[in-house]
């Protein structure tokens, strides 16, 4: 059973930087979509950010454009989301995303506050 376990969160203040990480149990397929969802308050859950296996489709909501980054280590399981110059609409929990097999797979979601 795929497994996605998110670490990384936290508290950080406004124009601060944060790195959020998601590791998958077992082996990754050879072909998927690994990404990240946020979900603020009140809010429904967006998209963010997508990278797909081959490294050649890297997509960003334009709201995080310029300032997230997904980094990927296929060594290690593992995908990650490089957060820069945050700003308090940024606050939101966090979920890290696979597909593969016509499947969704979630993480179990991590907070991230940005607040001074």
């Known amino acids: 059973q795929v497994q996605l376990v998110e670490s990384g969160g936290g508290l950080v203040q406004p124009g601060g930087s944060l790195r959020l990480s998601c590791t998958v149990s077992?082996?990754?397929?050879?072909?998927?979509?690994m990404g990240w969802h946020r979900q603020a308050p009140g809010k429904e859950r967006e998209w963010v950010a997508y990278?797909?296996?081959?490294?050649?489709?890297?997509t960003y909501a334009d709201s995080v454009k310029g300032r997230f980054t997904i980094p990927r280590d296929n060594a290690k399981n593992m995908v990650s989301l490089q957060m820069n110059s945050l700003k308090p609409e940024d606050t939101a929990v966090y979920y890290c995303?696979?597909?593969?097999?016509?499947?969704?797979?979630w993480g179990q979601g991590i907070q991230v506050t940005v607040s001074s």
């Open positions: 990278i797909n296996s081959g490294g050649a489709y890297i």
């Open positions: 995303y696979l597909q593969y097999g016509g499947r969704d797979y």
């Open positions: 077992g082996s990754l397929p050879s072909m998927y979509v």
